[in-house]
């Protein structure tokens, strides 16, 4: 259970900043980056990135970011799901009051409620983080149920309704081979993910 939180802090970690010497180092030694040669062209791509990225890509990958996150034009694919779900393109659209309605049933709010749009990808991301860490310590399997469809309803509704196009829109629009990596790596685990999350909940309805 332990290993879906993983995944999702990864990913939080790819997108919230760009990638020092550190950290890359850090995910050689500690990440097992062997495995992503099975998740996928996003996870053959990242696999092929850390083996043999140094300074130069690095620097490369820090503008790439500065590009696709910070601006200052216009973004090439922005991170929040209301742009890709609103026929305008807009931000605090209608998806993002449903994900919003998601948080607080959790008994969560975001910090920058009704300043910023709460459907930032880092911040879906906090939120699957927050529930797969709850559910690897749940132990009453009508709450671990609970947890269960909260995060398989997220992901159907919510952050797998729109990584797809975003990693598509990356990949047209950006030159980074780290980060249209890792949107395309995130899809693919969406999809797998739920259907993981399917087989979990099918097991707790046969114990009972």
Same mark, same amino acid.
């Given at each position: 259970?332990?290993?879906?939180?993983?995944f999702?802090e990864?990913? !939080?970690?790819?997108f919230?900043?760009?990638?020092?010497?550190?950290?890359?180092?850090?995910?050689?030694?500690?990440?097992?980056?062997?495995?992503?040669? $099975? #998740?996928? @062209?996003?996870?053959? /791509?990242?696999?092929?990135?850390?083996?043999?990225?140094?300074e @130069?890509?690095?620097?490369l990958?820090?503008?790439?970011?500065?590009?696709?996150f910070?601006?200052?034009?216009s973004?090439? /694919?922005?991170p929040w799901?209301s742009?890709y &779900?609103?026929?305008?393109? #807009?931000?605090?659209?209608?998806?993002?009051?449903?994900? =919003? =309605?998601?948080? !607080?049933?959790?008994?969560?709010?975001?910090?920058?409620e009704? =300043?910023?749009?709460?459907d !930032?990808l880092?911040t879906?991301? $906090?939120?699957?983080?927050?529930?797969?860490?709850?559910?690897?310590?749940e132990?009453?399997?009508s709450? *671990?149920n609970? *947890?269960? +469809?909260? +995060?398989y309803?997220?992901?159907? &509704? +919510?952050?797998?309704?729109?990584?797809? +196009?975003?990693?598509?829109?990356? /990949?047209?629009?950006?030159?980074?081979v780290?980060y249209?990596g /890792?949107?395309?790596? #995130?899809a693919?685990?969406?999809?797998? @993910?739920?259907e993981?999350?399917?087989?979990?909940m099918?097991?707790?309805?046969?114990? !009972?």
């Amino acid at each position: 259970m332990s290993a879906r939180k993983n995944f999702y802090e990864f990913m !939080h970690q790819l997108f919230s900043a760009p990638l020092d010497l550190n950290s890359l180092n850090s995910i050689k030694l500690f990440g097992n980056i062997e495995g992503l040669v $099975e #998740l996928g @062209d996003g996870g053959k /791509a990242l696999f092929h990135f850390f083996t043999k990225a140094g300074e @130069d890509e690095l620097k490369l990958e820090e503008i790439q970011f500065a590009r696709v996150f910070i601006g200052p034009l216009s973004l090439p /694919a922005p991170p929040w799901e209301s742009f890709y &779900k609103s026929r305008e393109r #807009l931000l605090f659209d209608d998806s993002m009051y449903e994900v =919003r =309605r998601a948080y !607080h049933e959790s008994g969560l709010k975001f910090f920058k409620e009704n =300043r910023e749009p709460d459907d !930032h990808l880092l911040t879906e991301l $906090e939120f699957m983080i927050h529930l797969s860490s709850r559910s690897a310590s749940e132990t009453e399997s009508s709450k *671990l149920n609970n *947890l269960f +469809q909260r +995060q398989y309803n997220f992901l159907d &509704k +919510q952050l797998g309704s729109w990584v797809p +196009q975003f990693a598509e829109k990356l /990949a047209e629009k950006s030159d980074s081979v780290l980060y249209v990596g /890792a949107a395309r790596l #995130l899809a693919d685990f969406i999809t797998e @993910d739920k259907e993981c999350l399917k087989e979990l909940m099918e097991g707790l309805a046969y114990v !009972h």
